[in-house]
């Protein structure tokens, strides 16, 4: 298994501010993502962060609206830039132990809203 | 691509009552279906998870079917608690292949009533 953090657990931002939010893992993952959930909804693949490379983003996602980074195998971090409350959900960071491995483990979560 | 619905979006139960949640998936070719326990202000939690070469698999008081002909999946939570409260995710997809990832399904919110 794998024990997820993610910093901050929530924040409150005005809009056209900017917000990085950290995800740590205990251990060295293979795959690394980011998903969006806003409020009642279910899970939305943001992009898989690639360690040492640019992010690869799911339709409807840009990278200037959500740079990534993946310096290692433990550690990414998602940015929510230029924000509008429309981002206001909960953003989740998710791994992958490895590639063909079956289990998809989810972060706490950091909730967003944006004023 | 994948496309995963759930049914029903809310689900009200009296403790020790038993709670079906289904799901439908329109990938023929998905073969590993999790289910996933979300709680109030926390992430999603891997609950229980079936491969498409089992029709069944139980943990507990948890089970998942599996009807590969008819594409479609059931989690089954016998004798409930209140709390096993929360909203609950099928997901499917295609594995081993790093470029499919999870869909998911709408979520059902379970209350379960003391």
């Known amino acids: ?115 | 691509g994948e496309n995963v619905e759930q049914h029903p979006s809310t689900l009200s139960v009296q403790e020790g009552d038993s709670a079906v949640i289904k799901c439908t998936y329109s990938d023929s070719a998905s073969n590993y279906f999790p289910w996933y326990k979300q709680e109030l202000g926390k992430g999603p939690q891997l609950i229980i998870d079936i491969r498409s070469n089992v029709g069944e698999k139980k943990d507990q008081r948890i089970a998942v079917t599996l009807n590969k002909t008819a594409k479609h999946f059931s989690l089954h939570i016998t004798e409930t608690q209140p709390e096993d409260s929360a909203v609950y995710f099928c997901a499917a997809t295609l594995l081993p292949n790093a470029g499919n990832m999870l869909t998911f399904g709408g979520g059902t919110r379970l209350m379960v009533k003391p």
């Open chain 1, 1 to 115: 298994s794998a024990v997820i953090s993610q910093k901050p657990s929530r924040d409150i931002c005005q809009r056209g501010t900017s917000l990085t939010i950290q995800c740590q893992v205990d251990s060295q993952v293979t795959m690394m993502f980011w998903y969006r959930q806003q409020p009642g909804q279910s899970l939305t693949l943001i992009a898989t962060a690639n360690q040492g490379s640019e992010a690869t983003y799911e339709s409807g996602f840009v990278i200037d609206k959500f740079p990534i980074s993946r310096p290692n195998l433990t550690f990414s971090t998602l940015t929510v830039s230029n924000m509008s409350p429309e981002d206001s959900s909960i953003y989740l960071c998710s791994v992958k132990t490895g590639v063909s491995t079956d289990t998809q483990y989810f972060g706490p979560g950091t909730r967003l809203t944006v004023l």
